[in-house]
């Protein structure tokens, strides 16, 4: 990482843009050849990540077409910078003109304004999730090459929403319903607690969870570029994101020694606890991190406030706004983990890539419900 | 960050060295000059973190005396890199040697190994958190250097071990006990149980917080280079770290959007459950952040593990251990805060040193004892 | 820099695309907030370096209109990324068709495609000078940065042409012919020699000389971070630099220490020989840097070459060429200090910003043509 | 590269220590594990450079005993961070007492004093050429590497010094003789000149030449990466150089096209002007690179300067000194090539570590004597 809108440091993904500027973007440096991408490879993760998804979501209606600007040629990856761009085709900056000189409580506006002396208030402008459009966009490059190069497998959904968590994780489920949902049984229930949040004009947060299936063995670079710090930055980087956990997480707090650790048998690990990282390297168990979204601030409960001339204030958010942001970060969640596993895997190919490969032990590492 | 063992862009720290090595050291680079540093000056903090300092620790006597080898002259930072040493002094490798052959459960033998195909078994080699010694050094600048500048002040503490979470918290307390707990009516039944957790050969997690006050508004840089990201990651880089939590952390997932943000009054925020982090900027409130600690995996109680030729076998981890390993990382906690910090100080300078400073509506923001 | 098509560490400009692609675009990141930009701003520079301004340059003609996509709200750079597009509008790309299977001699054809084992031969794809274009657009806010915060002032020309170098240098008439060319006096027989070659199909290499006034002293990171080292980073990374050179260059080889050394009296310097750069760092001298530039190896004249079967054939370069490329370089001179300059400015800012600043003594430092 | 003192992004070496201060050292990161390294190989190279080696070199003893700090188990690296330091042993401090306060001409003390407010005068400090000891060392490690994974060997030589060009380039020669003069029929009358020179107190600049044989093709990033721009770089922060050519060098200013491109037979590259290197990416050819290193300025012709006063004085260097520090800067040169490939073959791995090897078409590249 050199500045601070670029992510990765082997596969390095540069965004740009606005929520109501004229596009959003990103250049992916450092891509390896030959990968394939096409404009319509985008489309899939980019419509689960979309608004106006469902009822539960923001009304704004984004197409997201993505148009490739340059490092594809005849339908490969050629090295070179490939660019990406979306043009914003639906933003209503009328909505946003009132809270031009008021800073929103909950959000970047106070602090914006603060550091940089000036701030786009169109949307929320650069702080707004929209960003995320294109991380999930640059994802799609990452997932594909680590599906193509390793079989890994990346998979992301809501663990907790509100006072609810999933009582069994079936993950088979999780894309058939609108709140990436792994348990079937609950969803009448969550549905109907979301209707109510949505006429008081509130929101919730939530928790998310992410595993990847099939990671090899060696990824991560001690000591500060381990891979669950690496993953640990992706994540909270994410709008919204509080907290984040790998493996068992806050629970080791009250764990002990005996029946924290992964013992090993011939067969290979006996438990997953620690999420398949030890000592800040993948062991080639199933990597498991989880992230904890804060509500969204921007609600129809009028709120307190200053304006930009020091004056308090009452604030209602109007536009368009989701009642849970925790949903629509569930393919988000994914994409940062394929850009923190694609940038290591170029990055441990540098400095390892003569080291001769050694079958690690892994023994079957079912999807353990019961920590997640 | 450009290498895996360099922290920070700006004030960058390069550590090196092996637990049973002949040194441990440190190059800080990008320092500002004029500072004031003397070598008995990192005294006091690597006391606080070395080991031996009580029978909840391991009994390795470090000296750690520091000597340094460039980047002062006459008392003072010229703007050079500052290199520190320290030499091992107390390394009894044949501690070690019979698990040179084995990979210790819950621990980075297994991954190091499979990465690099080779490793330094003694004392756990580079993942041994005899590194953190350096972190805690380097940090020792970067708090004189914040609290010159800018009044900042940064105090972690323990905020949960095992079934324990302190009634109140005392900050001027937490000095005066070797577990750095903030509760002192809950000392003697604390020490009862780690006792017995040492009797018994087992280690217990635990849970940790830093807060800094005085911090400006206006440090971190959106998107990538967001303040709590940069905190997630150099948190969960500390040894055995797995969880990271920024202001009111996982429960923000049963918040409401309505009870969460904290809103703004002529005096200032109302409250502070963001943990003085806005959009990833310093909103000038307090800032507070947590760890979870997973329990040593170095105990008495024997476990099932594999050695290099892939056999099964049992192993017992003898050598000098903590029973709690989140004990001693209370001034390493304090350190990685005060590196962000110190990073982000310089680089907000960077960037925005024109801008006119604005005064932020900070309201007294009292430690608040609920959420933490 | 973290990835290969990023300049700069503080003021980061990641520049996209391929000659004949859709369009190329920069995405500038660090930017100071608070600058005054707008479309027409990139207008003059990018003419200066434009293809078919007169009939010793490329026919293409580019239009080069530039969209602001990002970064940029009111007028005013807001502290985000600044994203910069131009289409690409009038890429012939069927005149490259022949040479899709052949490597053109002294181009990157060869080394692209054995790196990548891809490559865009489309107008020499993205090792086409047409990647400058962006260079010289993000070097246009540098300009103006460094001029309304030091009043630095930025110059380059064309200080030799094939057998010919100025006899004089009169920097007020360089902006007043196509050749770039301090010395009226020759600009006949030059234009004369010119037009030989142009008919004879071949091509001619140059030098260009580029010169920095007002830059305030202490610029620069030793060890491998100084000014000049990065001004040796940039200008070769010009498309056919081969050598680059700072204040009197080469000569210093047949120079004794008495004569080099520029010696201080109470006015200030007496000479400047080093070109304004000591020990890495600016001494508030005028920075002076050249570079030589090979001839393009587009011309008329048929050479031996391979293909991709790895079989010899002869190719002629039709297309639309410069029979000296030198001269279109001298914007982009320019455009490479700035951003050198610019980056280092607020480098120096970050580390040695509470510096108290310190009068340098520099004596009248007139242009001396004596050795330029 | 990260910071001012690290070389390298993927083979990172950050240096640090004083001229004068109790050590030089430095932390090699990224080094690919399992590579053979004891402490006495680091002496070869290390007297190559050393002082006091004949009468025209300065007559410190540098006796430069590496000790392996770090990173190296059972004399292999294991890929964490190697640490080697080396204590001065011969600091005179005394001899520069009375320069404290005066800035000597020609040296860093006018521009370190100005950016950082402080400096260290003993020996010039950090801007002495003593830590270039620190990049032999570490590319002793860099020129293993690349011998034994590819064969790459790498030589320098004196190609200029004073009016002296070499009449034939003997490079058996190179090291038979302190100069590393490669034309032994000049010696006698070369020494001569120096021996005069060194009695009148005065010294004289040099030009250096180092080739890298070997070299696979696809080394090298474009755009801002390229293999050139990070040679010129590496170069160019060499202490006292003052310019770069790749190949032909200034020399390409004066040829036309048709004359400089190297075509291609089926046996492969008919020339090799372009130093190995197009587009920024090697071709296979032997690479090839200058420098003009500027004549040392502590000399014992007394010169005019200043004080930190601001007053006129007359300052004479005495100490030890070189009377052309160009003779020691050959096994510099020849570090900093390596660092830069050995960076470079990890960069490639990263990204094009997939990329099926396509076998270059190299003709026999026998040295070519005419053109350097």
Redesign the interface.
């Known amino acids: ?7 990765g ?2 596969f ?1 993904v ?5 929520s109501h ?5 990103c ?1 992916i ?6 990968i394939a991408i096409a404009a319509e490879d985008f489309r899939h993760d980019l419509e689960r990540r979309a608004t106006g998804r469902s009822r539960f979501t923001s009304q704004r209606r984004e197409t997201d077409e993505v ?5 594809v ?1 005849q339908g ?1 990856s ?6 990406l ?1 979306i043009r914003n085709t639906d933003a209503r900056s009328k909505d946003y003109g009132d809270i031009a000189l008021s ?1 929103r ?16 208030p169109r949307g929320g ?3 707004s999730a929209r ?1 995320t459009t294109m991380r999930v966009a640059a994802a799609v490059i990452a997932k594909r090459y680590l599906a193509e ?1 390793h079989g890994i497998a990346i998979q992301a959904w809501l663990s ?4 609810y968590v999933p009582q069994r994780i079936e993950r088979g489920s999780v894309e058939d319903n609108p709140l990436f949902w792994p348990d079937p049984s609950q969803l009448p229930e969550i549905e109907a607690y979301l209707d109510g ?1 949505r006429k008081s004009g ?6 998310l969870s992410v595993i990847a299936e099939n990671v090899p ?2 990824l ?7 891979l ?10 994410i709008n919204a994101v ?25 067969e290979g690990f ?1 438990s997953n606890r ?2 398949g ?8 168990q199933n990597i498991l991190a989880h992230a ?8 129809l ?1 009028p ?4 304006n930009t001339a ?3 204030s009452e604030l209602v958010t109007r536009g368009r706004h989701d009642p849970c942001v925790g949903i629509r970060a569930v393919p988000i969640m994914e994409a940062m983990l394929a850009l923190v596993l694609m940038d290591h895997v ?11 490969p ?1 079958t ?2 892994i023994a079957a590492d079912p999807f353990n419900p019961e920590t997640h």
């Not at 440096?29 to 030959?34: L, S, T, V």
């Not at 710090?229 to 909270?236: F, R």
């Not at 990282?277 to 080639?284: D, T």
Request: charged share 20%.
């Open positions: 990482m050199s500045a601070a809108n670029t992510f440091r082997s390095c540069t965004t740009f843009g606005e500027g004229p596009a959003i973007g250049v440096d450092g891509c390896p050849p030959g148009e490739i600007l340059s490092g040629y490969r050629t090295g070179t910078p490939i660019a761009l800073f409580p909950g959000h970047a506006d106070y602090t914006y304004w603060h550091k940089y002396g000036i701030r786009d402008g650069r702080s960003e190069q907790g929403i509100g006072p949040l509130d929101s919730v947060g939530a928790r063995v060696g991560g670079e001690p000591i500060y570029g381990k669950d710090s690496d993953i640990a930055m992706a994540l909270m980087s509080k907290a984040v956990e790998i493996g068992d997480g806050v629970a080791v707090c009250g764990q002990r020694g005996s029946e924290h650790r992964d013992e090993l048998s011939a006996r620690a999420g990282i030890l000592g800040g390297i993948s062991s080639g904890a979204i804060k509500p969204t601030s921007s609600i409960v709120g307190q406030t200053l020091g004056e308090a170029l990055r441990h190919r540098a400095q390892c890539g003569g080291v001769p050694q690690p032990r």
